[in-house]
């Protein structure tokens, strides 16, 4: 059953097009990636989706409502992560958790937040003087206080330290796995192969495909390189093998260059004329690659 569904979505600030015919659905239960480079509308979307933003054209069903006529309704079941500077520096742990719980009416107990979020002994913690990882967790615990169908994250690890992505990422699981519908604005690649079911890449105000990660990458035909070295046996020809565009070599170092499963076809070829190579390395294609593809730019550019 789809939560969300946006259809030809259109925003302009002025003369600034900023959406210019967004269209996606959320399945319930799946973490679903909004992917872009900055500015490209994906906080203006969500926004939308939320009730916060008036879209100028296009329409949304909100778990089955329209954000705009019925906003209160679609707030009372959704959760949003705040960002950093929306909570006073001098507010304690369990009072942004309890004057959170307030707006809702149906929240959780929000002691058990504070247990499932690590932050029980932080209970009468000013908000200031708690790390980056734990800022983190909290908002994350507020985003869910609530008792939302849907959870918004934008954002979720900026700042952190790997061991704490992690940790973050291992929770944002469980969250999946409690029946939340997760919407994770990120451009952060590696954050995003790692958690969400299905991705929206958004380009300039369009979405330019959604897949699951690995479908992003797999529907790519970007060249990619297999490395080895020759161990023991003369070399064959490789040239001819399907897929195969290049091959390079250096002393005993072969750089062999091509498309779509190339490599598989090299690695028969190397064991049927009894050829040892060792360092083998193939390069894996990522949704980096998968960006340039899809938009003909690289991932930090905006232009
Ligand atoms: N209230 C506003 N008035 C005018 N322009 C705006 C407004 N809000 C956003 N914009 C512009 O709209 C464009 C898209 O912004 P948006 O925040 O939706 O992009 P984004 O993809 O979420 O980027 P980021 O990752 O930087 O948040 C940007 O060029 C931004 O400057």
């Given at each position: 059953?789809?939560?969300?569904?946006?259809t030809?979505?259109?925003?302009?600030?002025?003369?600034?097009?900023?959406?210019?015919g967004?269209?996606?659905?959320v399945?319930?239960?799946?973490?679903?990636g909004?992917?872009?480079?900055?500015?490209?509308?994906?906080?203006?979307?969500?926004?939308?989706?939320?009730?916060?933003?008036?879209?100028?054209?296009?329409?949304?069903?909100?778990?089955?409502?329209?954000?705009?006529?019925?906003?209160r309704?679609?707030?009372?079941?959704?959760?949003?992560q705040?960002?950093h500077?929306?909570?006073?520096?001098?507010?304690?742990?369990?009072?942004a958790?309890?004057?959170?719980?307030s707006?809702?009416?149906?929240?959780?107990?929000?002691?058990e937040?504070?247990?499932?979020?690590?932050?029980?002994?932080?209970?009468?913690?000013?908000?200031?003087?708690?790390?980056?990882?734990?800022?983190?967790?909290?908002?994350?615990?507020?985003?869910?206080?609530?008792?939302?169908?849907?959870?918004?994250?934008d954002?979720?690890?900026?700042?952190?330290d790997?061991?704490?992505?992690?940790?973050?990422?291992?929770?944002?699981?469980?969250?999946?796995?409690?029946?939340v519908?997760?919407?994770?604005v990120?451009?952060?690649?590696?954050?995003?192969?790692?958690?969400?079911?299905?991705?929206?890449?958004?380009?300039?105000?369009?979405v330019?495909?959604?897949?699951?990660?690995?479908?992003?990458?797999?529907?790519?035909?970007?060249?990619?390189?297999?490395?080895?070295?020759?161990?023991?046996?003369?070399?064959?020809?490789?040239?001819?093998?399907?897929?195969?565009?290049?091959?390079?070599?250096?002393?005993?170092?072969?750089?062999?260059?091509?498309?779509?499963?190339?490599?598989?076809?090299?690695?028969?070829?190397?064991?049927?004329?009894?050829?040892?190579?060792?360092d083998?390395?193939?390069?894996?294609?990522?949704?980096d690659?998968?960006?340039?593809?899809?938009t003909?730019?690289?991932?930090?550019?905006?232009?």
């Amino acid at each position: 059953m789809a939560v969300i569904e946006v259809t030809d979505l259109r925003k302009r600030y002025a003369d600034l097009t900023v959406l210019d015919g967004v269209s996606f659905s959320v399945e319930e239960g799946e973490i679903f990636g909004i992917l872009g480079p900055n500015g490209t509308g994906k906080t203006t979307t969500v926004e939308c989706v939320e009730g916060l933003r008036r879209p100028d054209g296009g329409s949304i069903k909100m778990l089955g409502l329209d954000p705009v006529k019925d906003g209160r309704k679609v707030r009372e079941q959704i959760g949003v992560q705040l960002q950093h500077t929306q909570l006073p520096e001098n507010i304690k742990v369990w009072e942004a958790l309890d004057l959170y719980a307030s707006f809702y009416a149906k929240p959780r107990d929000w002691r058990e937040l504070l247990e499932e979020w690590g932050l029980a002994d932080k209970r009468n913690a000013r908000f200031g003087k708690l790390s980056g990882g734990q800022k983190q967790r909290l908002f994350i615990a507020l985003a869910l206080v609530g008792n939302p169908r849907v959870a918004f994250l934008d954002e979720l690890t900026t700042g952190l330290d790997p061991q704490a992505r992690r940790t973050t990422w291992e929770l944002i699981k469980q969250v999946r796995a409690s029946g939340v519908t997760v919407v994770l604005v990120s451009h952060f690649m590696d954050e995003v192969e790692e958690l969400c079911d299905r991705v929206a890449v958004f380009d300039r105000g369009t979405v330019v495909a959604i897949d699951t990660p690995a479908g992003l990458v797999d529907g790519i035909d970007a060249e990619h390189q297999m490395r080895f070295t020759l161990m023991a046996g003369d070399m064959v020809e490789l040239g001819g093998l399907p897929g195969v565009t290049g091959v390079t070599r250096t002393g005993n170092r072969v750089v062999v260059t091509g498309r779509g499963d190339f490599a598989t076809a090299v690695t028969a070829e190397l064991a049927r004329h009894h050829i040892l190579v060792g360092d083998l390395r193939i390069d894996k294609r990522t949704l980096d690659d998968a960006f340039v593809a899809l938009t003909g730019r690289s991932f930090g550019s905006t232009h």
